[in-house]
Structures are given as structure tokens and as C-alpha cells.
């Protein structure tokens, strides 16, 4: 079992950066595939962007590629998003989860989640 928990988030202009990061604890970090996805009020979880083990691979919804950057650095136990010219469409809260088969896109495929952590951009 891995626990996560995110920090980072909080409330940005639109057209700035946060850096988001996921603090994981638990079973092997690098044995883990990982993700960040996001949900806006009255709208269904959405998927940002996976990563996989090794960290060498990485996809991203189309709606975040070329502003957001995702990466890890198992030593560490954390995984990062980095979010760059935010948009005020970027407002949720952001969850990392943690996979135990490759870098998937759908949440259901995910086997744990951490807390969330609320990014709000004004326009």
C-alpha cells in the first residue's frame, strides 16, 4: 500500500505557474505507475497526465500538453506537476494516484489516491 498526499495548490492569476507536488510513503514508490487528475466543480474527474516507473514516459491529456509537465524522481518518493500559462479552465482540485500497472488514463485503473489539493486561477 502507497499513501499520497499533494501540496502546492492555491490560488494563481491566469497566465502564471505552480508546481504541484506529490509526497508519497508506503510501499515501493518506484514500483508505481503515476497520475494526476483533476475535478472542477459539477464536472467528472479528469485525467491530466501519467508518468510511468521508470519516470521516461509521459502522456498528457490534450487539454494541459505544452503547459503542464509531469516528472518524478523516485529517490525522492514524489512526483510533481508543473503547470505553466494557467488558464482559469485549470480550476480544480488536483489528485495524484498511483497505478500498480503502467501509466493509465482512466481513474479506475488507479489503486490509490491522495487527499487532493485545490488550484483555483483567476481569470
Known amino acids: 500500500q502507497v499513501q499520497l498526499v499533494e501540496s502546492g495548490g492555491g490560488l494563481v492569476q491566469a497566465g502564471n505557474s505552480l508546481r504541484l507536488s506529490c509526497a508519497a510513503s508506503?510501499?515501493?514508490?518506484?514500483?508505481?505507475?503515476m497520475g494526476w487528475f483533476r475535478q472542477a466543480p459539477g464536472k467528472e474527474h479528469e485525467f491530466v497526465a501519467s508518468i510511468t516507473r521508470s519516470g521516461l514516459s509521459t502522456f498528457y491529456a490534450d487539454s494541459v500538453k505544452g503547459r503542464f509537465t509531469i516528472s518524478r524522481d523516485n529517490a525522492k518518493n514524489t512526483v510533481w506537476l508543473q503547470m505553466n500559462s494557467l488558464k482559469a479552465e485549470d480550476t480544480a482540485v488536483y489528485y495524484c494516484?498511483?497505478?500498480?500497472?503502467?501509466?493509465?488514463?482512466?481513474?479506475?485503473?488507479?489503486?490509490?489516491w491522495g487527499q487532493g489539493t485545490q488550484v483555483t486561477v483567476s481569470s
Open positions: 508506503g510501499r515501493a514508490f518506484g514500483s508505481y505507475g
Open positions: 494516484a498511483a497505478a500498480t500497472y503502467g501509466m493509465p488514463v482512466r481513474s479506475d485503473d488507479y489503486n490509490y
